[in-house]
């Protein structure tokens, strides 16, 4: 979900701000570790802004900067996550776009999929994303009086383990957005495949190589989304890009009261992408 969010921001942000912005993207191991190490090089490299896609690498953004704009992308989130007091009113530096999927739709879907059958919640719980949405949907499943149980592992040292352990008690498993399944669903798809259970995924990038069924955000979109808000950021919500553009100068802008907020990401609400991609 990732490259598709990557692609999606550079295509769109090349189509609003032309070829010349140039756009340094860096590749962590997704962990906290991994993050600190690559924000540590971007702020010595002193750019005008920040990308972090996922949780992670916004918890590492918004603790190196309170100064520079920083939009997050396929967080689920924000609030969970850190840099925000509110998703309505921010009030910081960072804004974004949250790939939160449509939790009811899903809870509805695994139902149809489950049958009066068990289903196991699968996630690592060092993830804190992925623990935000898998108590969110077990809110869901109680509220519908739906038979789950909850499997936590510790990083993929244990995934096999307690994979076994959820097929052996279930018939269907739900899988949040979550780095560590990610990277491990031909693992999943062999274990469910030999003990025949049914593999709900939360996003379509894990469903492919593992699983049976998802109702997914579309991440290029929302990448498209995460564009459009940095270039508000860097063209009206900065000194340099208001000068740069002949923003507020009060002779061809006719909109300057309308535009006083834009680019504030203290101000920009959290979005969602609400279209979905299913399989």
Not at 26 to 50: E, F, P, W
Not at 156 to 179: I, Q, R
Not at 241 to 251: A, K, P, Q, T, V
């Amino acid at each position: 979900r990732f490259e598709e969010t990557a692609d999606g921001f550079e295509h769109h942000l090349k189509e609003l701000m032309g070829e010349d912005v140039v756009i340094d993207i860096r590749v962590a191991d997704g962990t906290k570790d991994g993050c600190d190490k690559i924000m540590q090089q971007l702020m010595a490299d002193n750019d005008d802004l920040i990308v972090a896609e996922g949780t992670a690498a916004l918890q590492s953004a918004s603790e190196a900067t309170k100064d520079k704009p920083i939009i997050g992308a396929a967080v689920t989130d924000f609030i969970v996550a850190g840099g925000v007091s509110s998703v309505d009113e921010p009030g910081g530096n960072v804004s974004g776009v949250s790939d939160l999927p449509p939790m009811v739709t899903q809870k509805d879907a695994v139902r149809a999929l489950a049958g009066d059958g068990s289903i196991g919640i699968v996630f690592d719980q060092n993830e804190r994303g992925a623990r935000f949405q898998s108590e969110l949907m077990e809110k869901f499943m109680d509220d519908d009086g739906m038979d789950w149980t909850e499997y936590r592992f510790d990083g993929a040292g244990e995934l096999e383990s307690v994979l076994e352990k959820a097929c052996d008690e279930c018939g269907t498993l739900y899988l949040p957005a979550d780095n560590t399944l990610a990277m491990n669903m031909s693992l999943v798809r062999e274990i469910s495949v030999r003990k025949g259970v049914k593999v709900f995924t939360a996003e379509k990038g894990m469903c492919l190589p593992g699983g049976l069924a998802t109702i997914s955000v579309d991440y290029y979109e929302l990448g498209v989304r995460a564009a459009d808000m940095a270039y508000d950021a860097l063209v009206y919500g900065t000194e340099k890009g208001r000068d740069m553009y002949n923003i507020g100068d009060g002779e061809e802008d006719d909109e300057d009261d309308e535009d006083d907020d834009r680019g504030d990401l203290s101000k920009t609400s959290i979005e969602r992408v609400k279209d979905t991609a299913n399989r």
